[in-house]
């Protein structure tokens, strides 16, 4: 179980190191589990030393949550007085995502793609 810790962890720090080094938009944790499951994939004998510190990890899941709940609980004293801003940013940043989802989606299906066109039944008698 030390060894399967150990493993992760120095994946962990080698994708910390690597993003820190070449300055990549990205986070040191999902390097170092790019570069993991390259190792994974390579020898594949190394995922049996991992599975056991993984499901280990995975049971205990819950309990790497509570210092993001603490933090959340601890700065929330700074965010009285302007909850009508948050909550007005949380509702047009939700619009806003739902509605550059659909157009993306729309763009993307492309003329002729997913549902009949509408003017096309209706020119079919079909409406």
Known sequence: MLAAFTILLL???LGEG???LLNLPLPGPVAGMLLLIAA????????KLVEE??????????LLFIPAGVGIVA???SGSGHWG???????AST???MGVTGLLLRGLDGPGQGRP????QRRSGDA
């Open 18 to 20: 690597i993003v820190f």
């Open 53 to 62: 510190g993984a499901n280990i990890l995975l049971s205990h899941l819950s």
């Open 11 to 13: 994946f962990q720090c």
């Open 85 to 91: 801003a948050i909550l007005a940013s949380l509702v």
């Open 75 to 77: 700065t929330a004293a």
């Open 117 to 120: 066109d509408t003017a096309a």
């Open 40 to 47: 994974l994939l390579a020898w594949p004998a190394l995922g």
């Open 95 to 97: 619009v806003l995502a």
